[in-house]
């Protein structure tokens, strides 16, 4: 059974700063891509950022140059470095990862974090 284990969410004043990361809890099978998605009240869930398996990252252009997604290998783990926070960041923060097993690709979520932003 895989999961995802979130942590590092919080409460901070605009202009603050978070890391979240997130832990898969076995590695036996091959991690594809991981990534950061978010949900704000009465919205869509939608992609913050986003590694692949080639460690290409990728962040949506409401967050580029302030927030910063990587991966330890080592630890099966994927972290979000968001910094400058506004109170429009403020969401529950979901992660995201597909995996091989065998040849199917099978997608999973966490159970999300909450991220708040005062102005």
């Known amino acids: 059974q895989v999961q995802l284990a979130e942590s590092g969410g919080g409460s901070v004043q605009a202009g603050g700063s978070l890391t979240l990361a997130c832990a898969a809890s076995?590695?036996?099978?091959?991690?594809?891509?991981m990534a950061w998605h978010r949900q704000a009240p009465g919205k869509q869930r939608e992609l913050v950022a986003r590694v692949t398996r080639a460690d290409q990252t990728e962040v949506v252009d409401s967050v580029k140059g302030r927030f910063t997604i990587s991966r330890d290998w080592s630890k099966n783990t994927v972290y979000l470095q968001m910094n400058t926070l506004k109170p429009e960041d403020s969401g529950l923060y979901y992660c995201?990862?597909?995996?091989?097993?065998?040849?199917?690709?099978?997608?999973?979520w966490g159970q999300g974090t909450q991220v708040t932003v005062s102005s």
């Open positions: 995201y990862m597909d995996a091989y097993f065998g040849s199917t690709l099978r997608t999973f």
């Open positions: 076995s590695s036996w099978y091959r991690i594809n891509d």
